[in-house]
Nanobody, 124 residues
Framework: QVQLVESGGGLVQAGGSLRLSCAAS????????MGWFRQAPGKECEFVAG????????YYADAVNGRFTISRDNAKNTVYLQMNSLKPEDTAVYYC?????????????????WGQGTQVTVSS
């Protein structure tokens, strides 16, 4: 069982930056592939970024590639999402998720544990 708690969301102007954190409980964090997803009002949940167990492999949605960076610190049981050059269309609730395998996938249904989400609002 893994519990995930996101933090770092907030209100930022377009072009600004935010860093999201996701703290995981449990001693097996390093066995989980991790992902960040987001959901805007009236839209489906979408994959943002994923990172492998070791952290060596990262994956990004086209919409955020080059602006967002996912990373993890297994010693701290934490995964991060650095978001730069934010746009109003990045406004959403952001969720971190853990997958009980070492393989990153982009489909939300394949993740086993989810955090409660953190709101990111980008003003124009």
């Amino acid at each position: 069982q893994v519990q995930l708690v996101e933090s770092g969301g907030g209100l930022v102007q377009a072009g600004g930056s935010l860093r999201l954190s996701c703290a995981a409980s449990g001693r097996t964090f390093s066995r989980y592939a991790m992902g960040w997803f987001r959901q805007a009002p009236g839209k489906e949940c979408e994959f943002v970024a994923g990172i492998s167990v070791s952290g060596r492999n990262t994956y990004y949605a086209d919409a955020v590639n080059g602006r967002f960076t996912i990373s993890r610190d297994n010693a701290k049981n934490t995964v991060y999402l650095q978001m730069n050059s934010l746009k109003p269309e990045d406004t959403a609730v952001y969720y971190c998720a853990a997958r009980n395998t070492g393989v990153v996938v982009s489909t939300a249904k394949d993740y086993d544990y989810w955090g409660q989400g953190t709101q990111v609002t980008v003003s124009s």
